[in-house]
Nanobody, 122 residues
Framework: QVQPVESGGGLVQAGGSLRLSCVAS????????MGWYRQAPGKQRELVACMSRGGMTKYADSVKGRFTISGNNANNTVDLQMTNLKPEDTAVYYCAVSSAYTVIRPDWVDYWGKGTLVTVSS
């Protein structure tokens, strides 16, 4: 069993920055990919960014150039640096962990964190 735990959410004005962090504990030997999803009110959960153990990354088009994902394989952590935040980035952000090569699809995610709320005011 793996338990991802997120931190770093909060309230920020448009144009500001936040850094989210996720630490995965438990049977961490099986982790090959980690990433971040988000879900805004009334919308489906969507991929924000993900990375594989080999270092390949993928970003949603809406966050390219603004968000950066980084990870530490040794500690099974993944961070999401968010800059130039926009009101449409407001959502609950979830850490996603998998034994698969990637978490680019939600059905490939083995474990979800409980989420951290990011609110961007205009």
């Amino acid at each position: 069993q793996v338990q991802p735990v997120e931190s770093g959410g909060g309230l920020v004005q448009a144009g500001g920055s936040l850094r989210l962090s996720c630490v995965a504990s438990g049977s961490i030997f099986s982790i090959n990919a980690m990433g971040w999803y988000r879900q805004a009110p009334g919308k489906q959960r969507e991929l924000v960014a993900c990375m594989s153990r080999g270092g390949m990354t993928k970003y949603a088009d809406s966050v390219k150039g603004r968000f950066t994902i980084s990870g530490n394989n040794a500690n099974n952590t993944v961070d999401l640096q968010m800059t130039n935040l926009k009101p449409e980035d407001t959502a609950v952000y979830y850490c996603a962990v998998s034994s698969a090569y990637t978490v680019i699809r939600p059905d490939w995610v083995d474990y979800w964190g409980k989420g951290t709320l990011v609110t961007v005011s205009s």
